[in-house]
């Protein structure tokens, strides 16, 4: 006698919740010594052809040039709005 075992699709979130086009991580409000380890984990999580808009306080220049390091031009930046309060940037994964 063969049974089956029942399969799960865990490859989502189970809240209901439904993904934006464009998420948006406004860095503004997380402590600065977790702030960039917070974008590197988010930015994990974008597939080739996603983006994410990153908001932060300043302009991220020593954050972009950690992000090109680590991802070697995998990722395009592109400057939606260039301060003076806050910056947003959209950061789209190209491969």
Known sequence: MTSEIPVQDVSGCACGEHDVAVPELD?????HAIRHATVFGALSAVKVGGAMDLVAPHDPKPLLAQIADREAGAIDVEYLVPGPEAWTLRLTRTR
Do not use: L
């Open 27 to 31: 860095v503004r409000a997380i402590p």
